[in-house]
T-cell receptor
Framework: QKEVEQDPGPLSVPEGAIVSLNCTYS??????FMWYRQYSRKGPELLMY????GNKEDGRFTAQVDKSSKYISLFIRDSQPSDSATYLC?????????????FGQGTILTVHP | EPEVTQTPSHQVTQMGQEVILRCVPI?????FYWYRQILGQKVEFLVS????????KSEIFDDQFSVERPDGSNFTLKIRSTKLEDSAMYFC???????????FGPGTRLLVL
């Protein structure tokens, strides 16, 4: 079983739509959860970082973590064409982990004008 | 804003040759990482480095790979004898403290012919 699973899409939405991106994970040791945005042939760019369960909001972006169901979500409000990219969820365990990130395969998002 | 930098941006090499990929992590960061992303696949962890030694490595990181922090600013990944399957995007990342997240560089695209 893959540790982090993510629907690769592609997902295409009109400008202004609310976008919902999701991941599931299997490793109960995961405590830290991230969303990265990756433009074509570029490095992952950190969008959101959360610890344990709960919500975190930053501008148009909201990250949710539900550890009971092992479910990670990212919501993008008022989506813009510039949001078109691949969105990667990632997790790592605390404790003895030195921060090794496990990534999902990424969801390709296109926001069309 | 501080950022992770990587050189070169592109590297083409012949199979069996040695390559060294270079990274300058964010100043004052303590944890350093290499990841790779084969085209169309997920970002995969290779190795983490802390306190001048490898703290964790994946099964991909075999004897052909090595890492070094030769001075206070650079962090390198060496592949001793490249194989065709080493062709990928290699990302360096760093983080400041235990509960902090990782910031990625722009990547080096390695092509082994």
């Amino acid at each position: 079983q893959k540790e982090v699973e993510q629907d690769p899409g592609p997902l295409s939405v009109p400008e202004g739509a609310i976008v919902s991106l999701n991941c599931t994970y299997s490793n109960s040791a995961f405590q830290y959860f991230m969303w990265y945005r990756q433009y074509s042939r570029k490095g992952p760019e950190l969008l959101m970082y959360t610890y344990s369960s709960g919500n975190k909001e930053d501008g148009r972006f909201t990250a949710q973590v539900d550890k009971s169901s092992k479910y990670i979500s990212l919501f993008i409000r008022d989506s813009q064409p510039s949001d078109s990219a691949t969105y990667l969820c990632a997790s790592y365990a605390g404790g003895t982990s030195y921060g090794k990130l496990t990534f999902g395969q990424g969801t390709i998002l296109t926001v069309h004008p | 804003e501080p950022e992770v930098t990587q050189t070169p941006s592109h590297q083409v090499t012949q199979m069996g040759q040695e390559v060294i990929l270079r990274c300058v992590p964010i100043s004052n960061h303590l944890y350093f990482y290499w990841y790779r992303q084969i085209l169309g696949q997920k970002v995969e962890f290779l190795v983490s480095f802390y306190n001048n030694e490898i703290s964790e490595k994946s099964e991909i990181f075999d004897d052909q790979f090595s890492v070094e922090r030769p001075d206070g600013s650079n962090f390198t990944l060496k592949i001793r004898s490249t194989k065709l399957e080493d062709s990928a995007m290699y990302f360096c990342a760093s983080r400041g403290g235990w509960a902090e997240t990782q910031y990625f560089g722009p990547g080096t695209r390695l092509l082994v012919l």
